[in-house]
């Protein structure tokens, strides 16, 4: 045995998909929410150590854990550890090799080499690293919320028994017990055993001697009354035969009657048949087709009627719009045409020839005046003289200007009229042709359907005169398909008729027998169907009886001679004698058993309870200073002040969760290996605690981390706040199951 210390572990396991979890010496706290993961690490770690049980099975209730950690990615399980074993570092590594044997594979090598651990297999690894085995380990290290309670077993008990006998674990006082016990229940528990099962047989030895009287009583009974029923069997037989013979002669009448109505229904149908081929009538199929063809012509006919008044229509359409079109402003004209017509504008205006005249009219006095002015002042008469001139030409030109612009105002409003009295006309023309081609088509439609009217018609009538000379219009046509539908179904009917004739006389023919004697017989006094159930209830009784006597005969038989049967009781009397004593052995062996537990258990009781007691003194601020259990684990609390013990089922939920754990922490100290320092790991088992409880526990653990490593798995962040700032103690929170430091 060596000390353990995990430093990390590595998981493909349940929700675990490739993840890592590192962990120090001392007090690691876990934290994460439900779900996160927590109890799926536990569970990885305990099958590091200890591997899967893959022979477990689901049951009622339970999950086997190769079942419940399956990976949910649907992988192969796989996992690894790496820790400290005394002064090496080790690597441990199993995985899954075949389906059904889940991290089967085993590996157990020196840190950073290749190198074998000699004597670390899978199945001792837990045990030779712990020192204890996996049940001893999940029932004192292994602590969760809902196993804080200890059971018993006889890996702890074995365990148990060595700190306080002479060291060796070979021995149980509950696989003892229950040996023994095995052996009492064997020869008698309650209404089984061997003890039991030979009385059972010695009583029922005696039971049959007394039985074969009676049953020989039983059989001339039996067979006395198998004789009466067989004579009124006979009897009935009798009757029975009457009856056939009286019914034979009724069914022979019945079948002349079913001969005379074959002939009866032959001969209609014969005439039937001969009337038609005279009549030419056609066949159904022909007739079918042809009142088909019939239905059709009439919705060829509202077809017809209906695309004629479509034609109406359209005409009126075509009308309207060629209407609109003479209407237009281009009547006759197509609108490639309007659109080459000139625009009627009056002349552009240009420069007035008056102007131009009355400028020259001007211009002799304007030299006239300035030579008058020269002699008198030379450059005014210059320009005044231009100046006249020039404002009559800018006057000139200013009016033209006014002229034009009006002009071209007016122009561009006649075109742009001109314009949408072309784009209104070409519509009214597309209009036009549209309504003129859709009258085309549907002219076409009408002149189409009247002549398929017209040749189906024609079709029509053709073919039915030739077995109706007289139809010379549809109606005449119709009336005729539908006499040759009611002859046809005439000849079908008495055809039919004359089938079940025949079935029926060839069903009597078969069922009648041969004719026999007619004369007098009489009416059977009950019916065939009164006699028969008489006679089956005859036949049932007889056949009861006999069975009854078989039966009895049988059984007087397997009863056997009385001499083999006195024999075979004293016998069994002797069994009992020698069973008794084994019995009365096996229990005083069971009560010196109990005697020596009970000794026993005076000296296991008060260590374990001294140090239950000190732990639960600490974790109840000294509410509580005694603890007391026996070897079943049953609990008591000794409040202080207080000499009276209180049953665990007495306190609180919270007092309780207490005692377990101070017993469980205990069992740690006294029954785990001291120098294995086996790990402590708890599951949320301080959640139902309150936050006084939970400090006092938390400071339980920070001291008991000391001396081995504990990792604390929770899901309330008040532990962490708790040893907020406490470099002793690593601190880890876990997202989906990623730590988070």
């Known amino acids: 045995m060596i000390f353990l210390l995990i430093r990390k572990m590595s998981a493909t396991f349940g929700r675990l998909q490739n993840q890592s979890l590192e962990l120090r010496d001392g007090l690691n706290i876990i934290e994460a929410p439900n779900e996160a993961g927590k109890s799926t ?3 990885f770690l305990s099958a590091m150590l200890f591997g899967i049980n893959s022979r477990e099975r689901d049951r009622a209730g339970f999950i086997a854990d190769k079942n419940r950690f399956a990976p949910w990615a649907g992988v192969a399980m796989s996992g690894r550890l790496d820790c400290r074993a005394g002064d090496r570092e080790l690597t441990l590594t199993r995985a899954t090799r075949r389906q059904t044997a889940p991290m089967g594979e085993f590996q157990a090598v020196y840190a950073g080499t290749n190198e074998p651990v000699s004597g670390l297999t899978g199945p001792t690894c837990g045990e030779t690293l712990l020192g204890v085995s996996r049940e001893v380990f999940e029932r004192s290290a292994f602590i969760r919320q809902s196993g804080l309670a200890i059971t018993q077993d006889p890996g702890l008990e074995r365990r148990i028994a060595a700190l306080i006998t002479s060291g060796e674990e070979g021995t149980s ?25 030979l009385e059972t047989e010695l009583l029922e030895t005696e039971r049959q001697l007394e039985e074969l009287e009676e049953l020989e009583v039983q059989l001339a009974a039996a067979r006395r009354r198998a004789e009466t029923l067989e004579g009124e069997k006979t009897s009935l037989e009798e009757e029975l035969t009457a009856c056939g013979r009286w019914e034979a002669s009724r069914q022979r009448h019945a079948l002349s009657q079913a001969e005379t109505a074959l002939q009866e229904a032959g001969r209609r149908a014969a005439d039937l048949r001969r009337q038609i081929e005279t009549e030419r009538v056609p066949e159904n199929d022909a007739i079918g087709r042809l009142r088909g063809a019939i239905v059709n012509l009439e919705t060829v006919r509202r077809s017809l009627k209906k695309a004629r008044e479509e034609q109406d229509e359209a005409r009126k359409a075509v009308l309207w719009a060629e209407a609109a079109v003479n209407d237009s402003p281009f009547p006759g004209q197509t609108p490639e045409q309007a659109a080459q017509l000139p625009l009627n504008l009056e002349p552009r205006p240009r420069f007035p020839l008056w102007g131009v005249l009355l400028t ?13 002015f020269a002699q008198q002042n030379l450059r005014l008469s210059i320009g005044c003289g231009c100046g ?119 069903l009597l023919a078969q069922q009648t027998p041969a004719a026999g004697e007619e004369a007098d017989l009489p009416v059977p006094a009950r019916s065939r169907e009164t006699v028969s ?96 259990l026996d070897r079943s684990f049953r609990l008591s609390a000794e409040p202080s002040g207080d000499s009276v013990c209180r049953d665990a089922a007495l306190l609180s939920a919270g007092a309780v969760d207490q005692l377990y754990l101070a017993v469980r922490l205990a069992i740690c100290d006294l029954v785990l290996p001291e120098e294995a320092c086996v790990p402590i790991v708890l599951d949320d088992a301080l959640t139902n605690f309150d936050n006084v409880r939970c400090a006092a526990a938390l400071r339980y653990l920070r001291a008991a981390a000391q001396k081995r490593q504990i990792l604390l798995f929770t899901c309330h962040s008040r532990e962490a706040e708790f040893f907020a700032g406490d470099s002793g103690v690593f601190i880890q929170r876990l997202t989906g199951g990623a730590p988070l430091v």
């Open 360 to 372: 020259l009219a001007l211009g002799p006095g304007l030299w006239a005046a300035m030579v008058f």
């Open 533 to 628: 159930a008489r006679l089956e209830e005859t036949r049932d009784a007889l056949a009861a009886a006999r069975s009854e006597a078989d039966r009895l005969a049988g059984q007087l038989h397997a009863l056997g001679d009385p001499v083999v049967l006195r024999s075979s009781a004293g016998h069994l009397r002797e069994q009992m004698q020698t069973l008794e004593g084994e019995y009365d052995a096996i229990q005083l062996a069971m009560d010196a058993l109990s005697a020596a537990n009970t000794a026993l258990q005076t000296r296991f009781s008060p260590e374990l309870g001294r140090r239950a007691a000190e732990i639960f003194r600490e974790l109840t601020d000294g509410r509580y200073t005694g603890v007391t």
């Open 173 to 197: 006082y509950s696989e003892a017990a229950d040996t023994l016990k095995k052996q009492l229940n064997r020869r008698r528990h309650n209404k089984t055993g061997q003890l039991p099962a």
């Open 388 to 506: 006249a001139g020039g404002l009559c030409l800018l006057a000139l030109s200013l009016l033209t200007i006014q002229k034009q612009k009006k002009w071209e105002v007016r122009a561009g409003s006649l075109r742009e009229q001109r314009q949408k009295s072309l784009e209104d006309f070409t519509a009214l023309y597309r209009a036009a042709e549209a309504a003129q081609a859709d009258l085309t088509a549907k002219t076409a439609a009408a002149d189409s359907l009247y002549s398929s009217l017209t040749t189906n018609e024609q079709g029509i009538l053709l073919e039915v005169r030739r077995f109706a000379p007289a139809a010379f219009d549809v109606p005449a046509a119709d009336a005729a398909l539908r006499a040759c539908a009611v002859r046809r179904r005439e000849l079908t009917e008495a055809e039919a008729a004359a089938r079940e004739a025949r079935l029926r006389y060839d």
């Open 41 to 43: 690490w536990c569970a």
